[in-house]
Nanobody, 121 residues
Framework: QVQLQESGPGLVKPSQTLSLTCTVS??????????WSWIRQSPGKGLEWMGA???????YYSPALESRASVSRDTSKNQFTLQMTSVIPEDTAVYYC?????????????WGQGTKVTVSS
């Protein structure tokens, strides 16, 4: 069974960069044809898809976040990462990584447990 685990600092200061890592076990992030997504949940915006990296390394971003977000991967560690620059308090949320499948749409079949990130000085 595929498992995903988010990790990273739980507190980030405004204007700094948020960095999170998703460690995947039970499956390879290079396996056809999965996408690997970052999603966040906050009271202000609800569930918000942020971006994803595909099995072959292509990246996609939410238009609302593309200027600040960056998704990358380390295939040797079976990990993918999220960096978001210039964070503000409204970026406070629970951040999830998830495996994404495309089948007449998009579906998240495996999720990490989520990690709370607070943006505060």
């Amino acid at each position: 069974q595929v498992q995903l685990q988010e990790s990273g600092p739980g507190l980030v200061k405004p204007s700094q960069t948020l960095s999170l890592t998703c460690t995947v076990s039970g499956g390879s992030i290079t396996t056809n044809y999965y996408y690997w997504s970052w999603i966040r949940q906050s009271p202000g915006k609800g569930l918000e898809w942020m971006g994803a990296i595909t099995y072959d390394g292509n990246v996609y971003y939410s238009p609302a976040l593309e200027s600040r977000a960056s998704v990358s991967r380390d295939t040797s560690k079976n990990q993918f990462t999220l960096q978001m620059t210039s964070v503000i308090p409204e970026d406070t949320a629970v951040y999830y990584c998830a495996r994404t499948v495309r089948n007449r749409g998009y579906r998240y079949d495996y999720w990490g447990q989520g990690t709370k990130v607070t943006v505060s000085s």
